[in-house]
């Protein structure tokens, strides 16, 4: 059984820069796996953030990015602002038309 | 504006059935793979099911174990989630989004099933 994970919580101060993770528990992530990742706050659906590694979701602010780090899927938001604190959730594609998602990370910002 | 809008949750007895309903608009399904995600409250988002655009091909989460069936009408651009034998542990926000690049895109704002 395919478990992908993520830091349960981080904290960033204002204006600083923050990197979770999205890793699998046996093996490495790559960009065969698709990663997504999606934020989100109490009482909302998700908000999709970055998918396929790297591109954008229409609208999403530029300070955040994706990318495979040290075999992970990555999600780096540059400068971050009080509005950013929420839970981030990845997904991965792990084939045969199975999707996976992380525990997911509480991100703080103070 | 494209929207997804989700029905059908509602309060069933162990062992029940619903049918769930995401209608879209703004945006055409017939090209789209579409999933559902669910989401207890207070926890984390765990994939349900995946379709393909023209409802050939569906996938399940293990937990699923035949008691759940998705499935896709384009002609009338939603997507469904028949559930049955229900259980306490189905209980949850259910959530219908497209697929983009193999991952969800769209959301919709959560149809809620209460199982108890």
Known sequence: QTVVTQEPSFSVSPGGTVTLTCGLSSGSVSTSYYPSWYQQTPGQPPRTLIYNTNTHSPGVPIRFSGSILGGKAALTITGAQAEDESDYYCVLYVAGGIWVFGGGTKLTVL | ?116
């Open chain 2, 1 to 116: 504006e494209v929207q997804l809008v989700e029905s059908g949750g509602g309060i069933v007895q162990p062992g029940g059935s619903l049918r769930l309903s995401c209608a879209v608009s703004g945006f055409t399904i017939s090209n789209s793979w579409m999933h559902w995600v669910r989401q207890v409250p207070g926890k984390g988002l765990l994939w349900v099911s995946h379709i393909n655009s023209d409802g050939s091909s569906k996938t399940y989460a293990d937990f699923v174990k035949g008691r759940l069936t998705i499935s896709r009408d384009n002609a009338k651009n939603t997507l469904y989630l028949q559930m049955n034998s229900l259980r306490a542990e189905d209980t949850a926000v259910y959530y219908c989004a497209t697929d983009l690049s193999y991952g969800m895109d769209l959301w919709g704002q959560g149809t809620t099933v209460t199982v108890s």
